[in-house]
T-cell receptor
Framework: GAVVSQHPSWVICKSGTSVKIECRSL??????MFWYRQFPKQSLMLMAT?????????EQGVEKDKFLINHASLTLSTLTVTSAHPEDSSFYIC?????????????FGEGSRLTVL | GENVEQHPSTLSVQEGDSAVIKCTYSDSASNYFPWYKQELGKRPQLIIDIRSNVGEKKDQRIAVTLNKTAKHFSLHITETQPEDSAVYFC????????FGKGNQVVVIP
């Protein structure tokens, strides 16, 4: 299947700093990528849909100025958590579909665990 | 938007027994229903999926059944093994996936 890679896999930062997470589709192009946040023992909550060459679509309740998304190429989307605070600590996962396939299967990145001190 | 609910939240089964997890969805226009398995600290991985024009699909010990009238679909795991212990997420989709809250499945050796 298709491969989606995230970096970094974990990051610890001080409160008030910004953190950038990258999501790459390694062997396919993705015009759309999805960013999820997962708190311990909870489900995957869709934060936003990243669209190549245009603005991201944010889910209700997700601050677009807080979580900056850039999808500058067909293989890379980035999520920047700006002015991070301890409540932003979470597991962030991206996903994408390989549009060459009809299955509609979502392929997930490894996830990025953010800890804000 | 799509609202997806899973039951039960936690399921414990003896090794070798079968496990069944049910998922209900709200959007009658949803046409794609996947089940993902997530082990602790790892990414979700698709284990089986079904489209709205099919009632049942099977892959070795894993099967999914879909009841469009009742708007629910179920994951069936037969001959459970300890490595089946994980959280299982269902999702409903028209254009983008809305995930359920997950089912913790524990297989007791």
């Amino acid at each position: 299947g298709a491969v989606v890679s995230q970096h970094p896999s974990w990051v610890i930062c001080k409160s008030g700093t910004s953190v950038k997470i990258e999501c790459r589709s390694l062997d396919f192009q993705a015009t759309t990528m999805f960013w999820y946040r997962q708190f311990p023992k909870q489900s995957l909550m869709l934060m936003a849909t990243s669209n190549e060459g245009s603005k991201a679509t944010y889910e209700q309740g997700v601050e677009k100025d807080k979580f900056l998304i850039n999808h500058a190429s067909l293989t890379l989307s980035t999520l920047t958590v700006t002015s991070a605070h301890p409540e932003d600590s979470s597991f962030y996962i991206c996903s994408a579909r390989d549009q060459r396939e009809d299955s509609g299967e979502l392929f997930f990145g490894e996830g990025s665990r953010l800890t804000v001190l | 938007g799509e609202n997806v609910e899973q039951h039960p939240s936690t399921l414990s089964v003896q090794e070798g027994d079968s496990a069944v997890i049910k998922c209900t969805y709200s959007d009658s226009a949803s046409n794609y229903f996947p089940w993902y398995k997530q082990e602790l600290g790892k990414r979700p991985q698709l284990i089986i999926d079904i489209r709205s024009n099919v009632g049942e699909k099977k892959d070795q010990r894993i099967a999914v059944t879909l009841n469009k009238t009742a708007k629910h679909f179920s994951l069936h795991i037969t001959e459970t093994q300890p490595e089946d212990s994980a959280v299982y997420f269902c999702a409903g989709s028209r254009n983008r996936l809305a995930f359920g809250k997950g089912n913790q499945v524990v297989v007791i050796p």
